[in-house]
């Protein structure tokens, strides 16, 4: 069982900067990828960046490069801490943003599918003002 935990949500002007951590708390599992994933009111949730775990480096979706970056600040036997950076925040990435962990190998090295990650976190919420 993997338990994670977002936070560092909340509202800002645009050109901004919030900076979100979560927290993957496991028992006897080992935690391959991390994701970061948001959803807007009316949308589908979307996939923001995706990180490797052991030095596997992280994908980012085209909306967000060069803004946001993604970063393992804690990694041991029994807690990962991955945060996310946001700056130049744009009203557009205004959306409830989920972090998701996943101990099973991702179909591809890349960007992962919000269908690639089974534990996921509660949310924190992003508003971003114009």
């Known amino acids: 069982q993997v338990q994670v935990v977002e936070s560092g949500g909340g509202s800002v002007q645009a050109g901004g900067s919030l900076r979100l951590s979560c927290s993957a708390s496991?028992?006897?599992?080992?935690?391959?990828?991390m994701g970061w994933f948001r959803q807007a009111p009316g949308k589908e949730r979307e996939a923001v960046a995706t990180?490797?775990?052991?030095?596997?480096?992280?994908?980012?979706?085209d909306s967000v490069k060069g803004r946001f970056t993604a970063s393992v600040s804690q990694e041991n036997a029994k807690n990962t801490t991955l945060n996310l950076q946001m700056n130049s925040l744009e009203p557009e990435d205004t959306a409830m943003y989920y972090c998701?962990?996943?101990?099973?190998?991702?179909?591809?090295?890349?960007?992962?599918?919000?269908?690639?990650?089974?534990?996921w976190g509660q949310g924190t919420q992003v508003t971003v003002s114009s």
């Open positions: 998701a962990a996943e101990s099973r190998t991702l179909p591809i090295h890349g960007l992962g599918a919000p269908i690639d990650f089974t534990y």
């Open positions: 496991r028992f006897g599992y080992i935690v391959n990828a």
């Open positions: 990180t490797y775990m052991r030095g596997g480096g992280s994908f980012y979706a």
